[in-house]
């Protein structure tokens, strides 16, 4: 039993460029969440989602999107890019709402120069 | 907005001792407090959590403490040990559909062999 997945685990963006965060979870989940992790700023809720098909935005959304089209997977994209982006993200994932255990993956680090 | 603050930031105790991390939370529709831990280069785990209709739960060394009126929370672990040396988080689910747990800034707790 994995848990939860998160892909890459490290990458180095130049400022402008594109990528998706991959988080797959197989414990049938009904919510899934990406944080991202900053010194001294703890855990900051970017997007959620509380079933397939359907997202959310939390604190801070700006410059990111995401897509949920299967359950088990929970995409986050940067479109273009910037050094304050720079962060270790994860992803969690809980069972039918919020007050309940949340699982988070192992995080990718990302750093944009 | 909803805030989570959390005392102290760093905290070094000796083997054996105690340690106690404090939290406070704005949301008084918070009713769900869970406690993660989380060690170097991996995510976040939980170690303990409370509902916000029992005053106190303990699990073996670990015991979290829950005043509402007050809107503060604490973790206590007792007879620390080397592997308790991690960064501990606190949390509040908020009250609406605006998502889910709010963290507080972490505690780096080092324990002293």
């Known amino acids: 039993n994995a848990g939860v997945t998160q892909t890459p685990k490290f990458r180095v963006l130049k400022t402008g460029q594109s990528m998706t965060l991959l988080c797959a979870q197989d414990?049938?989940?009904?919510?899934m969440y990406w944080y991202r992790q900053d010194p001294g700023m703890g855990l900051r809720l970017i997007h959620y989602s509380v079933g397939e098909g359907t997202t959310a935005k939390g604190e801070v959304p700006d410059g990111y999107n995401v897509s949920r089209l299967k359950k088990q997977n929970f995409l986050l994209g940067l479109e273009s890019a910037a050094p304050s982006q720079t962060s270790v993200y994860f992803c969690?994932?809980?069972?039918?709402?919020?007050?309940?255990?949340?699982?988070f993956g192992q995080g990718t680090r990302l750093t944009v120069v | 907005g909803e805030n989570v603050e959390q005392h102290p930031s760093t905290l070094s105790v000796q083997e054996g001792d105690s340690a106690v991390i404090k939290c406070t939370y704005s949301d008084s529709a918070s009713n769900y407090f869970p406690w993660y831990k989380q060690e170097l280069g991996k995510g976040p785990q939980l170690i303990i959590d409370i509902r916000s209709n029992v005053g106190e739960k303990k699990d073996q060394r670990i015991a979290v403490t829950l005043n509402k009126t007050a809107k503060h929370f604490s973790l206590h672990i007792t007879e620390t040990q080397p592997e308790d040396s991690a960064v501990y988080f606190c949390?509040?689910?908020?009250?609406?559909?605006?998502?889910?747990?709010?963290f507080g800034k972490g505690t780096k707790l080092s324990v002293k062999p």
């Open positions: 414990m049938n989940h009904e919510y």
């Open positions: 969690a994932s809980s069972y039918r709402d919020r007050n309940t255990e949340a699982f």
């Open positions: 949390a509040a689910a908020r009250g609406g559909s605006q998502g889910n747990l709010i």
